[in-house]
């Protein structure tokens, strides 16, 4: 069963400075997608930044970015220009990539409560 | 821009009781799905639901819960007898094309078991 895994349980970061999040996971698929998710305090979930894995570019939105080291199985998320806004938990998520059978679930790590100091 | 609603926003019930947790995807998704986040702990899969019918579900989904979508446009989750251990937030998500769409959250339901 696949896995995902962060170890960061709470990170900080002063506003205007680049901050990086940890994600790794762990499975057995070739083919999947990873997600950041961002949860702020009304609990809503929001889609940040997706990578396909059989892509080797890192994918990026605006301020956010990621690090994708397939062999290493490590997601990592950089947000740069930190804003006071971004202060909220981080989720990474798995899914696996299966056209004809599963919906594709997602696997949620723990989360990371990020920050931002003013 | 569509989104995926939830309604009610916060229930409170009491142990035993049934609840009918409610939720519009966006109108031409066609895979849905129930999460749940217990205070404190990370988001969990409940169900998927494709067709008319259950796709997926994990060990949590046992016989005290339900999903159906009634009509064309709601989807809901039904817990027959509400335990303490059920309180959480409860999240529906829509995708447009299963295994390889993006899922988009609604707001949440937090329910509250006393």
């Known amino acids: 069963a696949q896995t995902v895994t962060q170890s960061q349980p709470e990170m900080s970061v002063q506003e205007a400075e680049t901050v990086t999040l940890s994600c790794t996971y762990d499975?057995?698929?070739?083919?999947?997608?990873l997600f950041w998710y961002k949860q702020p305090p009304s609990r809503q979930m929001i889609l940040v930044i997706r990578?396909?894995?059989?892509?080797?570019q890192n994918a990026t939105e605006n301020r956010f970015s990621v690090n994708f080291q397939k062999a290493a199985k490590s997601f990592s998320l950089k947000i740069s220009d930190s804003q006071l806004g971004d202060a909220a938990m981080y989720f990474c998520?798995?899914?696996?990539?299966?056209?004809?059978?599963?919906?594709?679930?997602?696997?949620f790590g723990k989360g990371t409560k990020l920050s931002v100091k003013p | 821009e569509p989104e995926v609603t939830q309604t009610p926003s916060h229930q409170v019930t009491q142990m035993g009781q049934e609840v009918i947790l409610r939720c519009v995807p966006i109108?031409?998704?066609?895979?849905f799905y129930w999460y749940r986040q217990i205070l404190g702990q990370k988001v969990e899969f409940l169900v998927s639901?494709?067709?008319?019918?259950?796709?997926?579900k994990s060990e949590i989904f046992d016989d005290q819960f339900s999903v159906e979508r009634p009509d064309g446009s709601n989807f809901t989750l039904k817990i027959r007898s509400t335990k303490l251990e059920d309180s959480a937030m409860y999240f529906c998500?829509?995708?447009?094309?299963?295994?390889?769409?993006?899922?988009?959250f609604g707001p949440g339901t937090r329910l509250t078991v006393t």
């Open positions: 990578q396909e894995a059989y892509k080797q």
């Open positions: 998520a798995y899914r696996t990539e299966n056209y004809g059978g599963s919906q594709g679930n997602l696997i």
């Open positions: 499975t057995s698929e070739s083919d999947y997608y």
């Open positions: 998500a829509s995708s447009e094309r299963g295994g390889v769409g993006e899922q988009y």
């Open positions: 639901f494709y067709n008319n019918e259950i796709s997926e």
């Open positions: 109108s031409n998704h066609l895979y």
